[in-house]
């Protein structure tokens, strides 16, 4: 496996950990349950170490857009899903709009010195 598409697999994990420690932290209910709590510490440090793997081969920039957008896009579809949160068609319109330029992003990246 290529040292970039190692990184970008990296990013892909770090992004889906910050759905789940997003998830864990809106169930810690501002930090006031353990359980919830300690789990959001735990993967929000694995998240941000992958993440930091990924920054040594990806331009920052682009890594860090990616890496929201993921965030981003899984916590709103998460939060529509588990919390009840809505899903209406303008935050599909814009949902759809990160996940374009998530794809954009990986598209036009290669090559590019960190």
Known sequence: MS????????????GLLEIVWATTMK??????????????????ILSFGLLAKAFRTLPAGTGYAVFTGIGAVGTVIVGAFLFDEGLNG?????????????IGLKQVTGGEEA
Request: charged share 10%.
């Open 90 to 102: 303008w935050k599909l319109i814009l949902v759809t709009t990160l996940i374009v330029g998530i």
């Open 27 to 44: 169930l810690s209910e501002g930090f006031t349950v353990l359980g919830p709590t300690l789990w959001t510490i735990v993967l929000l």
């Open 3 to 14: 040292k970039e598409k190692g990184a970008w697999i990296s990013l892909l994990f770090a």
